[in-house]
């Protein structure tokens, strides 16, 4: 069965950093791509990125971009997100997905398996 884990959350002061990483067991597709998204209280969920297993082709939200770096290690089936420089506003459940069908790492593609979430908490 396919199934992602995420873990690294947590509190951190503003200006800090944090590693997420998502953990891909039981996947028996040759590509696919993990996407990262959060969740912040009362808002809708939002995509910040994702990476293509094959290639390494990456994509970003404009809000994160310079200070989060997604990664990925295939041998560990394990795709990361470096999050620097954090802001009171990256607060959220952060989870990773998986896109199986072969679209790539494009905005608003569809996942097909989602994690169960990690918590980040970003004070001032």
């Known amino acids: 069965e396919a199934q992602l884990v995420e873990s690294g959350g947590g509190l951190v002061q503003a200006g800090g950093s944090l590693r997420l990483s998502c953990v891909a067991s039981g996947f028996t597709f040759d590509d696919y791509v993990i996407g990262w998204f959060r969740q912040a209280p009362g808002t809708e969920r939002e995509e910040i990125s994702c990476?293509?297993?094959?290639?390494?082709?990456?994509l970003y939200t404009d809000s994160v971009k310079g200070r989060f770096t997604i990664s990925r290690d295939n041998a560990k089936n394990t795709v990361y997100l470096q999050m620097n420089n954090l802001k009171p506003e990256d607060t959220g459940v952060y989870y990773c997905?998986?896109?199986?069908?072969?679209?790539?790492?494009?905005?608003?593609?569809?996942?097909?398996?989602w994690g169960q979430g990690t918590q980040v908490i970003v004070s001032s």
């Open positions: 990476i293509r297993r094959s290639d390494g082709n990456t």
């Open positions: 997905a998986a896109e199986v069908s072969g679209y790539g790492c494009y905005p608003g593609v569809f996942y097909n398996y």
